[in-house]
């Protein structure tokens, strides 16, 4: 079996599980005041700790979530209703064009369902939202966007936004500035103070920890509406009883694949640089997508001129190799991708894309079994899109 | 050489079974769900297909521990069928669109689209069996004469014949369901679906209004040349039909009247007694052999509805056109209906008819 998928999801690192498991017999709810019950808020507070100080950020900082669509969902509605009843002008809401769809379908939501003035940026042929994109966005009405959503890297093509200049262009204009971090923490130098960010979103699943769980990593001056009511966990902007090994699953992993990010990301860097070269030598069908040098080290995203994109995922799959196409409806119909679109490519070559992300368990042996049987599937997933014999 | 097959997975009891039944006997089965229609979901924007069928046939795929894929069709099916059937019925035909999907969906871009990925076949649950003979693969009527679906397959040539399998054909509907139960599948209760899969309320006359709107025109008494009465639109109307003619003048006998025949030059629906309906001869094009080209001239069962008799006739073809003279009388029959001939159990080809007389 050949694993190259690990941007949809990554196997949990022995850290992660072993603190998991070291949890998991534990009774207490970490908001019981006795000895259970504190015990269990020991463990939740130490994890936040380490998450904090894994990213750059106060622990109080740290909002425990179930995962990366809710932290979006979080951000994206919490910060919109804050800022709005502060001032009812600020009414926009600007995001980037190749958001996930957990950002992209609440924002639209925002738009369609509370009166928001929804406005997605146009990105360059790599995927990337140039700042000067950003500043005319604002200086067209300076004072009426409530907050600013762009992703730290893209989850399909790899290309790593410059968030920082993004960051502090909002803040020029008195916005808040979200961004999706998911795909970036251990692969990528994630700093949150650094950045400027006013909120980041942040998932175990991604890194090596559990699914399950994330975190909104959220300024602490930064007002937030909640949409989850109930107990008041995490300073009332996020009710629920903590999952403890969750929680200490996720700390695990956190704190490993940020000790290990460098190390890891010139390993995956190698990797993936070795794929690209060989799959562009090899199949002429081969498009690169993306920031060639500045994107997430593992990730590797190519369109094959002709083929559709289920096709290629079904005949590789049939091989024993696992990767994925970007995006499917839930009923697993593969759509052409929008990021793609909106890199300015067409319809034929958004359908017809694949994703391949190497992770920590990933091997020299994953390339070769990639380059054993591509170009024959490539081959193949041609004819079967533009079928030369009609029977 | 192990052959890999494509079972169509709708997610009904059937096509569970087949694909069931392929897996046991050795072959190398992928199961591919084809999104027909794109149906709003529950989520509102995003809903794409009937994801409860889709989810059906997944988890049969589950169990059965094969690859599954949902292959979205949905274009070709919207051109090929619902458009077609649209466009027929403004012409006053009256069209098959499952037997149009088995020509041009499922046993035409879903199987060249399979050989083309190097798969050796596609499997689905119709009831019909395929035997090959020296003279190639042909196609015969399923044991279970109740759930015979030969009439809809009679569109298969026989290169499509020779890559299409059929498990169900030697089996009986109620054994197919006892069969799913025992394998612990999760559609073996599901209910048959009857109705045109993309009209799912059954509402076809509605269907049709919405896509045409109206065309009011009159109905006339076929004998007479009497007006008895208004439509809103040809296309709400069947030839053979009896009831919902909403006639304002009755016979002075009483007798029921029936529709005899659509004119499309003039928007008139003509009504009148049943003998009227009488078929004696009826052409056809679009011709399709299941299996070798038969003589210019032959005797045979033709069969003009899904489930109707078959009825003895004289058969002559020449250059792609077809003459049938019924021998036993025939009730009702209108342009666009798919004409079945059998020899037997076997089915010999069918056409598309195009004109009926009573001699």
Known sequence: MTYLDHGATTPMLPEAIAAMSAVMAQPGNPS??????????????????LIAAAIGARPIEVIFTAGGTESDNLAIKGLYWAQNSKDKNRNRILASSIEHHAVLDTVIWMGEHEGA????????????????????????????????????????????EPIKE??????????IFHSDAVQAVGCLPVHFQESGADALTISGHKLGGPIGIGALILKRDIELTPILHGGGQERDVRSGTLPVALIAGFGAAVVTAVTQRVSRANRLTTLRKDLVKRILATISEAVFNGDPENRLPGNAHFSFTGCEGDALLMLLDAQGIECSTGSACSAGIPQPSHVLLAMGRDEATARGSLRFSFGTTSTPDDVDSVLQFLPAVVERAKRAGKPAVKI | MTKRVVAAMSGGVDSSVAASRLVEQGYDVVGVHLALAKVKGHGGRKGCCTLDDARDARRVADRLGIPFYVWDVSEEFQKEVIENFVSEYSEGKTPNPCVRCNEKIKFAAVLTRSLALGFDAVATGHYAQIVESENGPLLYRAVDENKDQSYVLSVLNQEKLSHTILPLGDSKKP??????????????????????????DGDTAGFLHKKLGDVPGKIIDAQTGEEIGEHDGLFEFTVGQRKGLHLGVPRQ????????????????????????????????TNLIWCGPTPAAEFDCKAQVRAHSARLAAKTFHNDGNLTVEFIEPLQALAPGQTIALYDGERVIGSGTVVTTSRS
């Open chain 1, 32 to 49: 019981s005041v006795h000895s259970s019950g504190r015990q269990a808020r020991r463990i939740v507070e130490e994890n936040r700790e």
């Open chain 2, 253 to 284: 006998d009483r007798a029921p009247r029936y529709v005899i025949e659509k004119d499309i030059k003039t928007n008139t629906v003509m009504v009148g007694l049943p003998t009227l309906l009488r078929v004696d001869v009826v052409t056809a």
């Open chain 1, 117 to 160: 003035n929804v406005e997605f940026l146009p990105v360059d042929k790599d995927g990337r939202v140039q700042p000067e994109t950003l500043r005319k966005a604002f200086e067209k009405n300076p004072n009426d966007v409530a907050l600013v959503s762009i992703m730290w890297a893209n989850n399909e093509v790899g290309t790593v």
């Open chain 1, 166 to 175: 993004l960051a502090a262009i909002t803040h020029e204009f008195g916005s």
């Open chain 2, 175 to 200: 054994d197919i369901r006892a069969e799913a139960e025992a394998r612990g599948l999760i559609t073996a209760a599901k209910p048959d679906s009857h109705d045109i899969c993309f009209i799912p």
